[in-house]
């Protein structure tokens, strides 16, 4: 199975300032078909779990555009440009290129 | 508006059965797989199960750690899908929640299995 590695587990930050959550897959996540299934995910205290970006770099809808994706083949990068209070919780990447799906560990973004 | 509404959870003792079921609603049911994702107090989310679609021949995937004890299935007819679990164990013990993964989210149906 694919194993996605987050870092950092844990990520204090202030209102308004920028911060970036790195997943590293154990494979490449480039599929066939020219896609790249990698998705964050948010997961509020609570709550259950919201899809944010997908294939990398695809907003959801509804979604802040203070939210950005990058990266490719193994190594992407969720990028919150602004932390709002909305945004703590738990924030975790998922791909969908191999089966079965996996998660990665998740990263908890609290307020400092 | 899309629904995942799970029902069935509970207090289980071990080796015990349970049957968590999900009712869909607001999309096309018929086209989509299902999952059950858990999360065990505390931790992340886990992929337990998954169905496929009527057009990929409803074939099925299973965690290592529930094959040959859970059962997943899907009644197309009423758009709902179904875990059956037997001989249920400690660490079986999560929130589990019916998605399609990964745009949709049930609220999650608590199970413990405990004696």
């Known amino acids: 199975d694919v194993v996605l590695t987050q870092t950092p587990p844990t990520l204090s930050a202030t209102i308004g300032q920028s911060v970036s959550i790195s997943c590293r897959s154990s494979?490449?996540?480039?599929?066939?078909?020219?896609?790249?299934?990698l998705n964050w995910l948010l997961q509020r205290p609570g709550q259950s779990p919201q899809l944010l970006i997908y294939s990398v770099s695809n907003l959801e809808s509804g979604v802040p555009n203070r939210f950005s994706g990058s990266g490719s083949e193994t190594d992407f990068t969720l990028k919150i440009s602004g932390v709002e209070a909305e945004d703590l919780g738990v924030y975790y990447c998922?791909?969908?290129?191999?089966?079965?799906?996996?998660f990665g560990g998740g990263t908890k973004l609290e307020l400092k | 508006e899309v629904q995942l509404v799970e029902s069935g959870g509970g207090l289980v003792q071990p080796k015990g059965s349970l049957k968590l079921s999900c009712a869909a609603s607001g999309f096309d049911f018929n086209s989509y797989g299902m999952s059950w994702v858990r999360q065990a107090p505390g931790k992340g989310l886990d992929l337990v199960a998954d169905?496929?679609?009527?057009?990929?021949?409803?074939?099925?995937y299973y965690a290592d750690s529930v094959k040959d004890r859970f059962t997943i299935s899907r009644d197309d007819s009423q758009s709902m899908v179904y875990l059956q679990m037997d001989n249920l164990k400690t660490e079986d013990t999560a929130l589990y929640y019916c998605t399609v993964l990964s745009p949709f989210w049930g609220q999650g149906v608590m199970v413990t299995v405990s004696s």
């Open positions: 494979q490449s996540l480039l599929d066939s078909d020219g896609d790249t299934y």
């Open positions: 998922m791909q969908a290129t191999h089966a079965p799906r996996t």
């Open positions: 169905i496929s679609s009527k057009s990929y021949n409803y074939a099925t």
